[in-house]
């Protein structure tokens, strides 16, 4: 097994304290810091998302696949030279007003991030003018919008209604989703997609970031 | 029991239920009473109609303040969760509740236990022998002392729930698998193991309850949180020691777990969980085939909604029990007998005729 096999290995399986060691080793060996990232992390992300999707694994799995890339990517930050050559955008993701569910909003953080984005996690009942002010950074290429409730549909539709006013609006993609949201629902408001699961956000926020 | 034939006069009022908060509704003439129809259900016994989640009264008195803290008091004190839900249940976790939704969380951003391996530093575990529970029993001596509806009781906060209460949703799903945080988890659940059979052997001194409802939801719309080997090794050892000591009590144990939990229901069964009430996504057919003979399941008419016209809501009842009336099956959730008129009065006549035959 290669170097980056045994990393990827072991952002798969979780295993945190492994991670580090081994990006270690590989930098070591003079492996490129950024085929560390991609091939033995992100990818391997990839790889657990599809997982999740298919319920070959759960959320346990993943968050700490994610909690291992994280270690993983503190060790290799420095050798990247800076966040800005391995962000691939900025994403904004929070729970909408009235709403203080957080897991889906985090699993979307932590695959969005595991993707390659720099995430600004805005928490929860963000109200709306929140979301809008964070997508004035120009680096912003997604905002992601949760809501868990049937009864807080209504703060998801004026969330998107306002980042559909906003002047910068063309620069970033707005993402929905949460229990009770449905495509039909997305394209209602305006959402330029929505996803049934914190994977395929991921996989979809990549694709929009690629063009 | 004499398998009285169906007449259609069954459905003349005959009373009404005591009002637990939720209103008061009608009781029908029925040939034996709901509690007796569901206790000889319980029992293995055929029963005369299909039971009903109206043909019990679930009591969460706010002598547990976990029923205040989630805005979930139903007794007989005419409580208001608009008013007085929210606050600290009972381990001291502060809940916010939100009128809109008509419940409450916990504010994330500030866990009551920082580090789960640590949790006993954090955690006063409260005793339900200083509660004043002959109080809170004469305040609802009216439906303690009723015999027509079965009696129940729901513990809020089962196993997980109360670790998330705890550490928050994400650290409980990572501590639920991670080898590191597993023994202060296992450690946490032993405790609850030996802290909620207090509570139950209070309600049925205290309240003389015909079952427990354990609220303990494990999954979410498209999945379970965790896999079943790890509900086999995290949770099924507890809860099998609380679903033990209700049935040394004599009471039937209910797991109300929301979620798409249906690969999960071996662990369920394991635990010796008697019913399981689980929602529409889950494949309730697959289910009474495959484990019908083990556990009863919940089920309900799914396609009724508050536009379905009186034909369509007959038509849906009659097919509802066409198909699960062979099965150790009862109407779940409360609020779908509501969803629009004359649910649960077709419910009960196809499944008396269905199970008992119509009177010439």
Redesign the interface.
């Known amino acids: 097994m290669s170097k980056l096999e045994e990393i990827a290995s072991a952002v798969e399986r ?1 295993k945190a304290k492994l991670v580090p060691g081994l990006v270690e080793e590989a930098l070591d060996e003079g492996i490129d810091p950024v085929e560390i990232l991609n091939k033995g992390m992100i990818d391997a992300m990839s790889v657990v998302g599809e997982k999740f999707k298919n ?1 070959e ?5 993943m ?2 696949a994610a ?1 291992a890339m994280k270690k993983g990517v503190e060790v290799l930050k420095p050798s990247l030279g800076g966040d800005a050559d391995v962000s691939i955008g900025k994403a904004v993701i929070g729970t909408v007003q ?1 709403d ?4 889906g909003k ?1 699993l979307v953080c932590l695959m969005v991030e595991s993707a390659g984005f720099e995430v600004l996690d805005l ?2 009942d963000v109200p709306a003018e929140r979301f809008v002010e964070a997508a004035q950074d120009p680096a912003v290429k997604i905002v992601g919008v949760s809501a868990l ?1 049937t ?2 549909m209504p703060a998801m539709k004026a969330t998107v209604e306002a980042l559909n006013a906003a002047p910068n609006r063309a620069d970033f993609k707005v993402m929905v989703g949460g ?1 009770p949201i449905t495509q039909e629902f997305a394209e209602e408001i305006g959402a330029d997609a929505y996803t ?2 914190a994977a395929t956000c991921a996989s979809v926020a990549k694709k929009f970031v690629a063009g | 029991m004499e398998r009285i034939p169906f007449r259609k006069e069954e459905l003349k009022v005959a009373g009404q239920t005591i009002n637990l908060g939720r209103g008061a509704y009608p009781l029908f003439s029925t040939p034996i009473s709901p509690r007796e129809n569901y206790l000889m259900f319980l029992r293995g016994e055929e029963p005369l109609w299909m039971p009903l989640a109206r043909d019990t009264l679930s009591v969460t008195p706010a002598i547990v303040k976990d029923n205040i803290a989630r805005g979930f008091v139903f007794d007989m004190t005419g409580f208001d969760p608009n008013k007085d839900g929210g606050g600290p249940d009972m381990f001291g976790v502060e809940w916010e509740w939100v009128p809109q939704v008509r419940g409450s969380m916990v504010r994330p951003g500030n866990p009551k236990v920082p580090d789960i391996t640590e949790w006993e530093d954090y955690i006063e575990f409260p005793d339900p022998d200083s509660w004043d529970w002959a109080a809170s029993a004469e305040k609802n001596r009216a439906l303690i002392e009723q015999k027509d509806l079965l009696l129940g009781a729901t513990i809020l906060n089962g196993l997980f729930e109360r670790l998330i209460s705890f550490v928050e949703m994400s650290e409980a799903l990572v501590a639920m698998i991670d080898e590191d945080e597993q023994e202060a988890v296992h450690r946490l659940f032993d405790r609850l193991a030996d802290f909620y059979p207090k509570i139950i052997r209070k309600y049925k001194e205290y309240y003389h309850i015909d079952i427990l409802t354990f609220h303990d939801d494990w999954g979410s719309q498209r999945a379970p949180f965790f896999s079943l080997d790890t509900v086999r090794e995290m949770l099924v050892p507890y809860l099998k020691r609380i679903v033990d000591a209700a049935h040394d009590l004599g009471i039937y144990f209910e797991l109300h777990s929301c979620g798409k939990n249906e690969m999960l229901v071996p662990a369920m069964i394991e635990a010796g969980v008697d019913m399981w009430n689980g929602q529409p996504m889950n494949d309730k057919k697959m289910l009474v085939e495959k484990y019908g003979d083990k556990m009863i399941f919940g089920a309900y008419p799914i396609t009724i909604d508050s536009s379905s016209t009186e034909e369509e809501v007959r038509e849906a009842c009659r097919e509802f029990i066409d198909t699960f009336n062979s099965y150790r099956v009862y109407g779940g959730f409360a609020s779908t007998m509501m969803a629009a008129p004359g649910v649960r009065e077709s419910l009960y006549e196809f499944s008396r005729i269905a199970k008992c035959g119509r009177a010439e």
């Open positions: 979780g319920n694994i759960f959320v346990p799995e968050l700490v909690r009235g203080l569910h957080d897991i985090n928490g929860v409730l009864t807080t229990a049934a699961d």
